[in-house]
């Protein structure tokens, strides 16, 4: 088969990497990649929404099956694109058309869904511009700290956690009068906070059964001891040692089955990942939101885990078979060190030359926000590379993948050297 993966971030290098390994695949593309999914495939220079584009490219090189790596494409309709087009339809795509992918692209949309079928989640309630007094009438009457949810998408910046009412109230308003997430904060979730640990579960459907991938947990702050600003992720590690059976069966009763049927009962065709962010409040799970695509860096911790052929297990939710397919995963722990670019996640440098990366001893390294420049490869992102050691038990995989991400060089590197230290 000839496969084309959309994206270009370290999520992306995962699944390229681990396509690759598929004696299904012939030739992979990734459209516009980085500088390390050269490796596994031929990048080609298309941005993840030039539908146009990836038409022609799809034509061009007789693609049989698209992978969507990133949100956005899926938000803005690439399946339903391809399903309207003669030439494209029988292209499978994995990833929801526009109306499943709304469970991430609205928070609205989602949590009215978790309430229609009975999946547990905080408390909340939406707010528009027009509703403003009635949102901060109701926030005078709720316990803090208080969660605000732009509901539409914002480069995951849309989700405030406020201690005080007066900033609460404050931030309601520059959501919703001053635009502060421009169009994605046309309507605002107010939610009540969820007291635990964060954790991600990771199932792929084909829209009637599923597979549950390994469960993860990432760091989102920049700092160490998880203070400072929030992040795209730092790093994160797969198990999650407090997500034993139990509380797995819980999430898969409560919460994946009635994902998946609450789905279908709505006629909302799903074909493609949903990651489930959890909290695990005194063992009980709650699901905190939804996004249809895989989460980063996450990816780069599952995947390594996942030790059944992942074109087999695409074709079986392209197939609708996905029933039938054979799925393992290693009991082996997987640790993510994300490396990122001086001053991320504000300002930060960009254009620096790497080097080292040929001496990483027992880790993958997965490029996220890189660039080639002539031979040398250089930092384009706020996030430049995942380090990830798939080991035997936690500790070793977490101080191999930080000593193998101190091996990598570049003006102002950075990454947290604690990532996992929680779980030990």
């Not at 292209?91 to 609205?106: C, Y």
């Not at 599952?302 to 054979?326: C, M, T, Y």
């Not at 490396?339 to 991320?344: D, K, S």
């Amino acid at each position: 088969m000839n496969i084309l993966i959309i994206g270009s971030g370290g999520r992306e290098s995962a699944f390229a990497w681990k396509l690759s390994q598929s004696t299904l695949c012939e030739q992979l593309y990734i459209a516009p990649g980085n500088a390390g999914t050269g490796q596994y495939g031929i990048n080609v220079n298309l941005k993840v929404t030039d539908f146009e584009g990836i038409k022609a490219l799809v034509l061009e090189k007789g693609i049989n099956m698209v992978l969507v790596g990133p949100e956005e494409p899926l938000v803005k309709g690439i399946h339903d694109f391809f399903l309207a087009d003669e030439q494209l339809m029988n292209v499978p795509v994995i990833g929801p058309q526009q109306e499943g992918a709304q469970l991430e692209g609205s928070k609205d949309f989602s949590k009215q869904f978790m309430q229609r079928h009975n999946i547990p989640t905080a408390a909340s309630r939406t707010f528009t511009r027009d509703t403003l007094q009635d949102g901060l009438e109701y926030l005078a009457t709720q316990g803090l700290p208080i969660v605000l949810k732009a509901d539409g998408l914002a480069a995951g910046k849309g989700v405030l956690i406020c201690t005080t009412l007066q900033e609460a109230q404050q931030e309601l308003v520059e959501m919703l009068n001053e635009a502060k997430f421009g169009d994605a904060s046309s309507k605002v979730v107010i939610e009540q906070f969820l007291q635990g640990i964060e954790l991600s579960v990771f199932v792929l459907t084909d829209g009637n059964s599923y597979k549950i991938l390994p469960s993860a947990k990432d760091y989102k702050r920049i700092g160490e001891g998880d203070t400072g600003l929030n992040t795209g992720g730092m790093g994160s590690v797969s198990p999650v040692p407090f997500a034993d059976e139990d509380f797995l069966s819980k999430v898969e009763q409560r919460i994946v089955i009635p994902t998946v049927e609450g789905l279908k009962a709505e006629g909302i065709p799903y074909k493609g990942f949903i990651f489930i962010g959890l909290m695990n409040c005194d063992g009980e799970p709650y699901t905190i939101e939804y996004n249809c695509r895989m989460g980063d860096p996450e990816t780069e911790s599952v995947l390594p885990r996942i030790e059944s052929d992942l074109v087999d297990l695409l074709l079986g939710v392209a197939e609708e078979n996905l029933i039938e397919k054979q799925f393992t995963i290693s009991s082996k722990v997987a640790a993510t060190v994300m490396c990122v670019a001086g001053g991320y996640p504000g300002e930060y440098l960009k254009n620096k030359v790497m080097s080292g990366l040929e001496n990483i001893r027992g880790s993958i390294a997965f490029h996220a926000g890189t660039g080639m420049q002539g031979d040398d490869v250089i930092t384009t992102g706020g996030r430049v590379i995942a380090v990830t050691s798939l080991q035997d038990d936690m500790f070793t995989a977490l101080q191999q993948a930080t000593l193998d991400a101190s091996r990598i060089y570049y003006d102002g590197k950075y990454f947290r050297k604690d990532i996992g230290f929680d779980l030990i």
